[in-house]
Every structure is written in structure tokens, then in C-alpha cells.
């Protein structure tokens, strides 16, 4: 505890994505007080066929 | 927000999730009064291996 | 299956959350031809405490 | 009702799987009194480089 | 890793609850082989206003 | 999108929670380059009742 999910469009580096991982656990861990071990992230990426927003797909743009 | 997230069985066209995001869209614009930019919709699909229902998978039955 | 997750500030009345579940079964049994019988929906209520786009939580705007 | 979600590091084989959704099911129905029939397992695999602990990606170690 | 989410309704005991949590763990391990010390299990308690099957929630039967 | 959930165990004030939405989303937006305003952030908070590690709940130990 605590566990981040992070979802977001797939194409990020894979150095962006362990920036994101190291980032987002400091960033928890300095407001929320919990020792970074406790932390974890997980990062789920999509596909722009599977997300919209007002009605209409990322794909679709 | 709204954030809607679907999670269903692999297998459906582009043209059906395109339309699924779209009336989910409407549907939840419609009864709670949020306007359409707001509202986000995810599909994860799920692989029939990783799905089951009663103990037993989609992919064994 | 499919599950569905409408993720939504608190706030809605109970025949709001009623015709939500409604709804939001039908778009998607008219789009993915998966029969209303197997269609869950969970709503998830939040509060404007927990809750912030752009960095400001609603409750600070 | 209920809903299971199993997160996991991706490379466990198909029988794992398989046993996974049976036993989780009885456990869940032992416990809650929940009759199998109602209860339904995902099961969601990631990759090593979208899963950290503690600021470090599995797939960094 | 892994993380077990479990959503239900409400109104299990405080003794279903840590039994569901213990026999989740031990399901898990058995069959994942992940050392318990590695699995968290989240319990997600739902009101029957929240919940719906087939277009009808549970509050409204 | 992205959308950053955090799921963590009650009892943070309501400045470590503004404080956690605020360099949450910096962490995000620093390493994914996204805009600001396209970041959500969710916190859900669980109670002691609700979670655990190795098959022990928190409100267990």
C-alpha cells in the first residue's frame, strides 16, 4: 500500500515509463508519508481504438 | 469525469466499439446531467484465457 | 460480462443512479450484442475531496 | 457479484490460469457465501516494464 | 504483487472478511506460486443503489 | 487521459491529499509530457477492514 495506476494512450518511451515509475513513487511518498517499499505502480497503456472522450475514440480523430 | 470503463471479452469490430463509445457516452450524458466533454470511456478487453465465470474460463468451455 | 464501471462525483439522486444503470446496459448491449443478462454495473462514487484534474481537487475550486 | 481482479506479472502457463480462476472462486464463495454462479474472475497480466515497487520497475532489477 | 481486488456488496461480517482475505491469499499462492508476503488483497464494498445486473440494481429488486 | 488512481488506506488530511493530486500530476506530466489538464487523478481510500498483505488485514495487525 499505496497502489497507483496509471493508465494512459500507448507510446511512451520505456525511459519515460521508468521516469513515470520512479516520479510518481516520490511524489506519493513525499505527501503521503508511506515508505517508498510500500509503494507500487502499475502502468496500463491503450490502445487510441479504446478510449474516448465526449463520444468519440482517439482513434477517430 | 465521469471515467467509464468497459471490460469485456475480446472479439468485438472497431465499428462496435466505436458505437459502444458513443451511446455509453450519450447514456451517461443523458442521466446524470454531465456534459459529453467530460465523460471518458476505457475498453480493456480480456482474453477468454483470462476470464471465467462460476470457476471455470471463457476459454474452457 | 462485460462489466461496466461508471466511475462519478457524488451527488446524483437515486433515480439518477437508477436510469444510469438502465441506460448505460442498453448502449451497451445495442453495441456489443452481448445480452442484457450478462451485463454488470457497478457505479463509484466520489467525493470532491478525492477527486482533481490539472492538479486542483474539486473541492478547491 | 462478486467481482475478482487478479493483477500480475505475466508468465505463469495456461493451467496456472485454469486453477487460479477455479480456486480463487471457492474461496471467494466459501467465505462470502456467494454462490459460485455469481462470481466472476479477470485476470490482468503485465509487463515487467509496466510494474514497479518502490520506484524500480521489475523489469530494471 | 500480485493485487487481488474483490468487489461485493455490502453486509459481510467482520469474520467473512478476514476469512476471505486469508483463503484469497492462500488460492493465490497456491496456484501462482508467489510467496504470500507479495500479495495484497483490496475489498470493495458496494451499496445496492451502486450495483446492477441485466439494467436493474439490486436496490431495485 | 492519463487517468492516475491511488488507492491507499484512510486517515491522510485533507492537505496531504491536495498536496498528493498536486505533485501526482506534476510526476505525471513531467514524464509523459502530457498537459496538465488532461490529467485526473482518483484517490480511493480504503479502510483498515478492507486490505491486506500476506493474508492479514491491516485492521488485524
Given at each position: 500500500m499505496p497502489i497507483v495506476t496509471v493508465q494512459m494512450l500507448e507510446g511512451r518511451s520505456d525511459d519515460q515509463k521508468r521516469d513515470l515509475v520512479e516520479q510518481v513513487t516520490e511524489a506519493v511518498s513525499n505527501t503521503t508519508?508511506?515508505?517508498?517499499?510500500k509503494i507500487s505502480v502499475v502502468i496500463e497503456e491503450m490502445s487510441p481504438a479504446n478510449y474516448g472522450v465526449a463520444g468519440k475514440r482517439a482513434s477517430d480523430q
Amino acid at each position: 500500500m499505496p497502489i497507483v495506476t496509471v493508465q494512459m494512450l500507448e507510446g511512451r518511451s520505456d525511459d519515460q515509463k521508468r521516469d513515470l515509475v520512479e516520479q510518481v513513487t516520490e511524489a506519493v511518498s513525499n505527501t503521503t508519508k508511506a515508505p517508498k517499499e510500500k509503494i507500487s505502480v502499475v502502468i496500463e497503456e491503450m490502445s487510441p481504438a479504446n478510449y474516448g472522450v465526449a463520444g468519440k475514440r482517439a482513434s477517430d480523430q
